[in-house]
């Protein structure tokens, strides 16, 4: 499952494409089964004049919800570990606390092959 | 210190407002990304993982206050009120807004600073010694010399688009704080029977590919600095390897060429230059060296009674003078060193309210001016001993008062993956655990000077390889994990460290440092730096003791 990640050009803000709309938190990401579709909505959000940076991310099925594998794609969904109150995270909520479990598991548990990051 | 004449005015105003007009075209979709990178890149700003960074030049680590001032301002206003000093001596802001940049740079050009030569293949920020003009050691202020070679580099046609980046350190003092031999040119100031002049080191560099710097001329007579410096990167940029990004830098030409060859080359270059035109005038040494005269210090006795007694009476002041503070060419005066690690703290972050208290301390105690060093720390150059105690007091108010300067907890980390695009694995959170493993003083201080250095990813920012421990976040099948190393030194004995063995997950990490100190400490001789344990004994106790489960 993929979703596709930018940061937006005027103020760098790391945001998610949702049918036709830049999101900013990763729980708005619109999720794309089909890798095909995936790369056709990616040539429709890279607007240059909107973002930069734009890509797609893998993301895997969590507890009750998704996250992206990548712990570097993690890190951009919830925001720096050393400031908790800055970046995406100080809002809180579902998405985030999933992904940092998430990250959580994959890290204390060893499973390596569960984060990968984008080549 | 240096102040801008109406030349240097004019010429960051016009660069500010070239930028502003750059911004606007991107934004209006008249350049595309790839056109506007690097003219970004040049102004110091790049996209990181949350936001855009800027990268604020300190020339040669000296800020005044009324600079300082404005950081803080522009950290609270544009940033989340707080800015990263970097192992280049300069400030990084990690939550700006393209659409601020060209009002930024405005207000920076308003106290005499900017964000050129911080960043593209241009000669960077000149790297100096913290201590100039404060230290007995030095020969002359090394400052004069960083901010020629800074006006000489600005904007110089020939040297604006170099192979790769290129960095110049400038030192005058036999204790090397500037990492010279890790530079691409690093200059150590001697005084031979002709007068001043340098040592020249070139190819020195950390990165994918570390070397220690050779020596390619013994002395070369100040006055001919500017016409070798041009010989140099004339060499460089012919035959600099363009084709290939990791084989760009100096030190990769000078390892093939061989020292020796590469100085017969320079020195060639060197005779056919036509030096007179290129060679500054004295008069322009002197207006430049003026800039750098000596404060108005007070005469008074080397030894302060005040501060003798403040210290007998306060345990933590006496520490904070072991370690923080240093002798002062002139009697009665100290070199203060204010430490960015507070245990679990972020290495080299200072919050707009710190800097701002900071910049009344260096007001009320030290003439005005505060300096950034290499290892991410703050320095008070000029303090009376009779004011260390109002200093150390005003610290402690804000929070920066450790007293761990060259201990355990005095850790360089790199922004790491919390931040930087380019990381592999995440630096400060590792700097923090260790930090506060090893927060109590005592132990320390029992474990005495131990150069810890962290980098998430090869590119080396947080100087792992010089590290007396170096750790290096690699990305193992997608997990963080830290390849160790062991015996690197970014002072005047420059080595780069042994790699100590397979990399170990984040979470044993510290558990790997601290058994490293422990056979430091059971294997010591009286007097011996961690560092110089190492060098008796070699990497063969230290790996047992990490690696011990795993046999
Ligand atoms: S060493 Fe790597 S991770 Fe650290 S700041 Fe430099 S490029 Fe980023």
Redesign the pocket.
């Known amino acids: 499952m993929k979703a596709i990640v930018a940061n937006r050009l005027i103020d760098g803000e790391v945001v998610y494409w949702n049918h036709g709309a830049w999101k900013t938190r990763f729980g708005e990401a619109e999720l794309f089964e089909a890798d095909d579709a995936a790369e056709a909505a990616v040539a429709q959000a890279n607007v240059p004049t909107q973002v930069v940076d734009c890509y797609l991310i893998d993301v895997a099925p969590e507890a009750d919800g998704y996250a992206p594998t990548a712990f570097r794609e993690r890190v951009k969904a919830t925001g720096p570990q050393n400031h908790p109150q800055h970046g995406k995270q100080a809002e809180g909520g579902h998405d985030i606390e999933l992904i940092k479990q998430a990250h959580g598991i994959a890290r204390s548990a060893g499973r390596h092959n569960l984060i990968k990051l984008k080549k | 210190m240096y102040r801008y004449d109406a030349i240097d005015r004019a010429f960051v105003e016009d660069r500010a407002a070239q930028f502003k007009a750059q911004v606007a075209r991107r934004l209006a979709g008249e350049i595309s990304e790839d056109q506007f990178k690097p003219l970004r890149l040049m102004n110091g700003l790049y996209l990181q993982l949350h936001a855009y960074m800027l990268r604020i030049s300190i020339p040669y680590g000296t800020l005044s206050t009324t600079q300082l001032r404005k950081l803080a301002w522009i950290a609270r206003t544009y940033d989340k009120g707080y800015g990263h000093f970097t192992t280049r001596q300069n400030l990084q802001f990690h939550w700006i807004k393209l659409r601020d940049v060209p009002d930024i740079l405005d207000h920076l050009a308003s106290v005499e600073m900017h964000a050129l030569q911080t960043s593209g293949n241009c000669i960077r920020n000149v790297t100096s010694d913290p201590r100039a003009g404060a230290t007995a050691e030095e020969i002359e202020d090394p400052r004069v010399w960083s901010e020629l070679i800074r006006q000489w580099a600005a904007l110089h046609p020939e040297f604006s688009f170099l192979p790769r980046k290129f960095k110049i350190a400038v030192t005058a003092s036999p204790h090397d704080r500037t990492a010279a031999r890790l530079h691409d040119i690093g200059l150590l100031m001697r005084k031979g029977r002709e007068g001043l002049g340098f040592e020249v080191i070139v190819g020195g560099g950390m990165g994918r590919t570390p070397y220690v710097g050779p020596t390619i001329r013994e002395f070369l007579p100040a006055e001919h600095l500017m016409s070798y410096l041009e010989a140099i990167l004339r060499i460089y940029n012919r035959h600099g390897r363009r084709d290939n990004i990791y084989k760009a830098r100096i030190k990769i030409l000078v390892a093939q060429l061989g020292a020796e060859e590469f100085a017969r080359q320079v020195e060639a270059e060197w005779e056919a230059i036509d030096r007179p035109s290129l060679d500054l005038p004295q008069a322009e040494i002197e207006r430049v060296r003026a800039g750098f005269a000596a404060p108005a210090f007070e005469t008074l006795p080397g030894r302060s009674d005040a501060f003798e007694a403040a210290k007998a009476a306060d345990y933590a002041l006496a520490r904070f003078a072991r370690n923080n503070v240093h002798p002062h060419k002139q009697p009665g005066y100290a070199i203060v060193d204010i430490s960015l690690k507070a245990p679990g703290e972020t290495p080299g972050d200072a919050t707009g309210d710190q800097m701002d208290a900071i910049a009344d301390l260096a007001d009320a105690y030290s003439f005005g001016e505060v300096r950034v060093t290499h290892e991410q720390n703050l320095v008070l150059a000029h303090v009376k001993l009779d004011d260390v105690a109002a200093v150390f007091a005003g610290l402690k108010a804000i929070g920066l008062a450790s007293a761990n300067i060259n201990l355990v907890s005095d850790i360089i980390a790199?922004?790491?993956?919390d931040y930087?695009a380019?990381?592999n694995a995440r630096?400060i959170p590792i700097a923090q655990d260790i930090a506060v493993r090893f927060a109590n003083a005592e132990t320390a201080e029992k474990i005495g000077e131990l150069k810890i250095k962290i980098?998430?990813?090869i590119?080396?920012?947080?100087h792992h390889h010089v590290g007396h421990i170096g750790i290096l976040g690699v990305d193992k099948k997608g997990e963080e994990f830290y390849q160790l190393s062991l015996g690197g030194s970014a002072a005047e004995d420059a080595e780069v460290g042994k790699i100590l063995g397979p990399a170990v997950p984040a979470d044993k990490v510290t558990d790997a440092v601290d058994q490293m100190i422990e056979v430091y400490l059971r294997e010591r001789h009286a007097g011996e730096r961690f560092i110089d344990t190492y060098r008796r004994v070699g990497l063969v106790p230290f790996k047992e003791a990490v690696y011990a489960e795993a046999h």
């Open positions: 790199c922004p790491g993956l930087c380019l990381a630096a980098s998430g990813c590119n080396a920012c947080g």
